[in-house]
């Protein structure tokens, strides 16, 4: 069974950066895609970002495309999540999610496990 810590998480103002980490237990960290997702209260849980196994394929939402970056290091089985020019729209638990899988997709059916989540407040 794996299981996802994440990290990170806190309060910052319109504008500025957070960046987010999520560790995982269990060995077959190097062969799982994994990915972030974000769920603001009232709203349903949304995809955010995803990165494969190997790290060379990476999918963004369009609401985040060029303001956040998904990385990962296999050797300490870790993915990050690093969150620039943030807006108050941002304001969201964050999820860390992994799936059995060698490609990235922002198709929540295909993770199997998630992690508790972390609170992100963008105040303006």
């Not at 269990?26 to 895609?33: E, I, W």
């Not at 974000?38 to 349903?44: F, I, L």
């Not at 020019?85 to 992994?98: F, H, I, N, R, W």
Request: proline content about 2%; aromatic content about 12%; hydrophobic content about 30%.
């Amino acid at each position: 069974q794996v299981q996802l810590v994440e990290s990170g998480g806190g309060v910052v103002q319109e504008g500025g950066s957070l960046r987010l980490s999520c560790v995982a237990s269990g060995r077959s960290f190097s062969t799982a895609a994994m990915g972030w997702f974000r769920q603001a209260p009232g709203k349903d849980r949304e995809f955010v970002a995803d990165i494969s196994p190997s790290g060379y394929g990476i999918t963004y939402a369009d609401s985040v495309e060029g303001r956040f970056a998904i990385s990962r290091d296999n050797g300490k089985n870790s993915v990050y999540l690093q969150m620039n020019s943030l807006k108050p729209e941002d304001t969201a638990v964050y999820y860390c999610a992994g799936g059995s899988r060698s490609y990235s997709s922002g198709d929540q059916g295909l993770y199997d496990y998630w992690g508790q989540g972390t609170q992100v407040t963008v105040s303006s």
